[in-house]
């Protein structure tokens, strides 16, 4: 039976799926790039009071993907989970990726960790609220990070 709708390759739904991370990824980047903004000049920054003495570019770009993408393999084993169980895993893999690959002192462990898991349970938004027919997919994972990057 023939329901209108053309197949897609797995290429195409490969691309969709980056195109999607790369979205969720730039939701994180204005978010974090909003936070910097607004926050007092003469505070330490935001990644200096997690411990970090990194660009948000690393944070979001190689472990907050990285991380998201260990999400979606651990979910691609389990059977079809609901979202509120989605959620226990980003957050649990959130939670233990930032924990596990960033050093230092315990206090500034688990607030990484806590942000760690924080930043999945956008990925997993993302994963949701961005459609492969929508045109604010494309303009959140290009546009609004270079935008961030320039201003």
Not at 3 to 15: A, F, L, N, V, Y
Request: aromatic share 14%; hydrophobic share 55%; net charge positive.
């Amino acid at each position: 039976m023939n329901t209108g709708i053309p197949k897609r390759s797995g290429r195409m739904d490969m691309g969709f799926y980056a195109l999607n991370k790369l979205a969720s990824a730039g939701i994180v980047v204005l978010l974090l790039s909003l936070l910097d903004w607004v926050w007092s000049p003469g505070a330490d920054r935001a990644s200096e009071w997690l411990g970090l003495y990194l660009p948000q570019e690393h944070w979001v770009y190689g472990y907050a993907l990285t991380a998201s993408l260990a999400a979606d393999a651990i979910l691609s084993f389990l059977p079809s989970l609901h979202k509120g169980k989605q959620a226990a895993v980003y957050g649990a893999v959130g939670f233990l990726f930032f924990a596990l690959f960033t050093g230092g002192n315990p206090e500034q462990l688990w607030l990484r960790a806590a942000a760690g898991a924080l930043t999945l349970l956008i990925f997993l938004w993302g994963k949701h609220a961005f459609s492969s027919n929508s045109l604010a997919t494309p303009f959140f994972a290009l546009v609004v990070p270079l935008l961030c990057w320039v201003i």
